[in-house]
Structures are given as C-alpha cells and as structure tokens.
C-alpha cells in the first residue's frame, strides 16, 4: 500500500506542478532531453548486463540483436519492423549462443 | 500491428487531436477511466474492450463501428496500435513475476493486487526477489519508492502535455505511467487526447495484469526461451523510440543524452546502487542533452518547429510534423 502510494504519487506530483502552469523555456528544453535520456538509461542495463552483471557485449546476444535493430530504426523509421527484427534476431541469437 | 501506412507511404503522425478534445472525449475517457478503476474487461461502449491481454495485435480487432464512424485512425485506435508492443512485452513479463511470486508463496489475490495498484515491473520484481531473500518490509518499501522516483521526470515531462485535460483525468491518467508507457507517449507528437494515452495506458495495463496473474495460475506454460524472446521487444521498442522518432538533425543531442544517461546508469548500477542508479543516470542525459541542444541553438537559431512552446503553451518535444514513427 505504502509502496503503492509512493509510486503514485512520484507519477502526479510532477505532474500537477507542471500542467496548466508556464515553465520558464529553459526548464522545458532541458524536459525535452527527458524521454532520450530515459530511453538510454534503460537501454544501457539491456544491452551490457546480465542479471546485474556486466558481460562482454560480443557474449551478450541482447546486445548483438541490438545492431540490426538500431540499423532499421535509424533508416527505416519504423516500429514493428524493428520489433520483428530485434525479437528474432534475438531469439535466433540465443538458440546459437547458448 | 497492423499495416497503416497511408496513401502516400508517409511517415505516420499519431493522429494528433488537439483542442477540440473536448465534451464528447471526455464522456469516453470517463468510461475508459472507470474502466481502469474497476479493472474489469466489461465495457461495451468502448474499443478496448478487445485490448484484452491475449490479443496484442490490436487494430484486427476493433469493432467495425468504431472504422465506419471515423474514416481516419481515432486517437483511440491509434493508442491501441501503439499499444502493441508494450502489451507483447508486457504479458511475458507480468507472466514472469506471477510466475515467481507463486514460486515464493504470494497468493494469486495478492499477485493481481500488486499488479493492479503498484503496477511497477521493476519494482514488482524487486519485491518478489527481496521477499525470497527474506529481507523485511520497511526495507523493501524503501527500496521500491526509490527505484520507482525515476516516475518523478516521467511524469514532469508529461504534466505539460496534459494542460488541457480536466484535472481528473490528469491525475488519473498518471497513474498508468510507466517506463514504456511513458516512452510512448512522450513520442506522440503535439498535445494528445486523452482517448489515446488512455487507450494506450488501459490497454497496457490489462497486459500487465492479466500476464501476472496468468503467470501466477498457469505457471510456465510457454517455454522460457519463447516469453525471453517475447522480453526483448521492450528493448528494440526503446531503440525504436530513440532512433527511429524526433527530427532527424536532433539525433545528435539525442544520442548524447541516451549516452550519458546509460553509462552513468550502469555505473551506479554496477556500484552497487542498484535503485537509484536510473534516476541519477537519466538526470545526467537530460542535462546532457540540454546542454548539447543549447550548444546547438547557440550556433543556428534554425532548430525546427519543435522546441520551446507549441502554440498552445505546452511543450512539444521532438514533434515536428512528420517525425512521427510508423507503426505499421
């Protein structure tokens, strides 16, 4: 419950504080990089641990997957292509690796 | 997923419905908010009714009134769709922790609570994992509000884009607001309406829910290399996010702050700081990244009609006009 209510309201707090209210500009460019930074701090565990672990990205097939997945995100721009390639790049990986 | 590119092939722009949200989307918001309050799959007036967890493939199965009525995607349907990799992720992973909190002896009751009140991954994770350790409650709650103070810039980010919504579906709709939801969102070009982050973040919601708590009935029904498998797409949707949306000239600044932020992530991680290790990391890329587009904006005033204000005084990060990314 305690936990609950702890994640709820570092949801909305932030949230309150920032809807129907005028940022100064430089505080909404520096939330600009938000969703880029969150998006690499969650990538980086992914791609180069294992279980908590740091692993050589050449033994890591998350990682591996991760080339041909970022090729067709950068030029193709499109996102259930690089879905289908990344979970099957994986998974073939992985039946190899392993 | 399904195909929907349109006429020309072009990039897909989330369907933005910007002010004229008004009366009618909020009578289906307050369905869908009910919705999401009773947990219960029984709506009838609404589409995601068939966002049920076992069907992540979501415009197959919109009902045909919801096409006829509207000829181009509606915010709903288009929060479905974008939906869809996060429910494919998500009913593997919340299968993996019903699945490991059955193993350490939490009742199915108590799995789908957690599920539908604290409805954090990571954090559920932990709890599961620290519960097997035998470690004690004040120390696991500790540890879950810390790894989950990273929602503090989610929601920041988001709060701005939500400027025209009454004020209690704002404080609802943050409740969904999770890593992947989050990640989502924010990439959805211009103010959304609240039909499709709440489309978006219901059905996402349902996935986790019902992947948990079939995780805690079935056990392991699919085999683990395949719910593995199924686990990665979390991954290639984060890189999806990041290198195939935003204006491409930002790339640069974008990449930057994603570098920043996972090598300071992993090296508080790796630390030992395990909770706040994303927090702190994130910090550190967003201030990167300011820093590199201030650099930038320094050198040429011409950054693109994506920084700063939109016209309706909320913030639009990265959504020019055609940078969204095709879901189809």
Request: proline share 7%.
């Amino acid at each position: 419950m305690v936990m609950a209510l702890g994640t709820y309201l570092a949801r909305s707090v932030p949230m309150a504080m920032t809807s129907r209210r005028a940022l100064p500009p430089r505080f909404v460019d520096w939330l600009d990089s938000v969703a880029p930074a969150v998006l690499g701090a969650l990538l980086a565990p992914a791609l180069f641990t294992v279980n908590g672990h740091l692993v050589p990205p050449w033994q890591n097939p998350a990682f591996w997957a991760a080339v041909p997945s970022a090729l067709v995100a950068v030029w193709k721009r499109h996102l259930a292509l690089t879905l289908v390639v990344g979970v099957g790049t994986y998974a073939v990986l992985t039946w190899l690796m392993t | 997923m399904q195909a929907q590119t349109n006429t020309e092939g072009q990039t897909q722009t989330n369907s933005p419905v910007p002010a004229q949200a008004s009366v009618q989307v909020q009578a289906q918001a307050n369905a869908q908010v009910q919705a999401q309050m009773n947990a219960q799959v029984q709506i009838h007036t609404e589409a995601q009714v068939q966002a049920s967890p076992t069907e992540p493939s979501c415009s197959a199965s919109i009902p045909t009134r919801a096409q006829g009525a509207l000829p181009a995607p509606t915010p709903v349907l288009q929060g479905l769709r974008d939906a869809g990799p996060i429910v494919l992720a998500y009913v593997p992973l919340g299968a993996g922790f019903g699945l490991l909190a059955r193993v350490i002896g939490m009742p199915t009751w108590l799995v789908a609570l957690t599920s539908l009140l604290l409805y954090a991954g990571a954090g559920q994770y932990t709890i599961a994992s620290m519960l097997a350790a035998g470690v004690s409650l004040p120390i696991i709650t500790a540890s879950v509000i810390l790894l989950n103070l990273r929602h503090l810039l989610y929601s920041a980010s988001i709060g701005m884009r939500l400027d025209r919504w009454p004020a209690l579906l704002r404080w609802l709709g943050v409740f969904g607001l999770t890593d992947e939801v989050y990640a989502v969102a924010s990439m959805a070009p211009g103010p959304f309406a609240p039909q499709y982050y709440f489309a978006l973040a219901i059905a996402s919601h349902l996935a986790w829910i019902g992947g948990s708590v079939s995780g805690a009935w079935l056990g392991g029904l699919l085999p683990s290399s395949v719910t593995n498998a199924l686990a990665y797409s979390l991954t290639a949707l984060f890189l999806a996010l990041l290198l195939g949306t935003g204006q491409p000239h930002q790339l640069r600044t974008r990449l930057v702050a994603a570098g920043v932020a996972g090598g300071v992530t992993l090296g508080i991680q790796l630390a030992g700081g395990t909770n706040v290790g994303l927090l702190l990391g994130a910090l550190a890329g967003t201030t990167a990244g300011w820093w590199c587009s201030q650099d930038r904006r320094r050198g040429s005033r011409d950054d693109g009609p994506d920084s700063g204000l939109g016209a309706d005084g909320s913030a639009d990060p990265g959504a020019g006009p055609d940078d969204g990314l095709r879901t189809g």
